[in-house]
């Protein structure tokens, strides 16, 4: 099974309100990444947050970790309409590889 | 240039058809992969190679055979596939692969149609 789950499944908001999407893992990790993808599209990277930082700021995006209780955060701040995607979290454990979790798609209303 | 680039964009293939999808990368990146991902689910691992040589297999049907034939190419390819095959098939490459493996630059995807 895949090694994240994220919350919520859907996310519906008006242009210019904060996003906030959750992810939680099963194991140990060495670092959580997020990604976002547009309709039909590749995935771009968003940012990394290593296994030994809390928290980590890239423009309007802001990344939590929480090792403790397996979970992260992304929060999106002044949504625009152009954020409209689904996200997804990756993590990286003691196997080569990166594992999605189950995504989060996010609608921002004009 | 930090690019993948996949080709074909769009991809529709019979049963008893052979076709192969290609990926490259000009980043000197040593690890390359190929995910799947179907509808609204998240992408799959099917593959991925380190150094050119293949390092990890998801236990994906023989009917998908990979081939990197040198570290920019990465291939796919594609024999006797089933209509459940369909979907958008994702290259990625990374600079490192293991347990820090860091960001993964993805293609745009081949949709591949199986009738």
């Known amino acids: 099974s895949q090694q994240g789950e994220e919350d919520p499944q859907a996310l519906s908001i008006q242009e210019g309100e904060n996003a906030t999407m959750n992810c939680s893992y099963k194991t140990s990790i060495n670092n959580l990444q997020w990604y976002r993808q547009n309709s039909g599209r590749g995935l771009v990277h968003l940012i990394l947050?290593?296994?030994?930082?809390r928290e980590k700021h890239s423009g309007r995006l802001r990344v939590t970790l929480d090792t403790s209780k397996k979970s992260s955060s992304l929060l999106i701040t002044a949504s625009r309409a152009a954020d409209t995607a689904s996200y997804f979290c990756a993590t990286t454990g003691g196997a080569q590889k990166l594992v999605f979790g189950q995504g989060t798609r996010l609608t921002i209303n004009p | 240039d930090t690019e993948v680039t996949q080709t074909p964009k769009h991809l529709v293939m019979g049963m008893t058809n052979k076709k192969s999808l290609k990926c490259e990368q000009h980043m000197g990146h040593r690890a390359m992969y190929w995910y799947k991902q179907k509808a609204k689910k998240p992408p799959e691992l099917m593959f991925v190679y380190s150094y050119e040589k293949l390092s990890i297999n998801e236990s994906v049907p023989s009917r998908f055979s990979p081939e990197c034939p040198n570290s920019s190419l990465l291939n796919l390819h594609l024999h006797a596939l089933q209509p459940e095959d369909s979907a958008l098939y994702l290259c990625?490459?990374?600079?490192?692969?293991?347990?820090?493996?860091?960001?993964?630059?993805f293609g745009e995807g081949s949709r591949l149609t199986v009738l």
């Open positions: 990625a490459s990374s600079q490192d692969v293991g347990p820090n493996t860091g960001e993964l630059f």
């Open positions: 947050i290593r296994s030994n930082e």
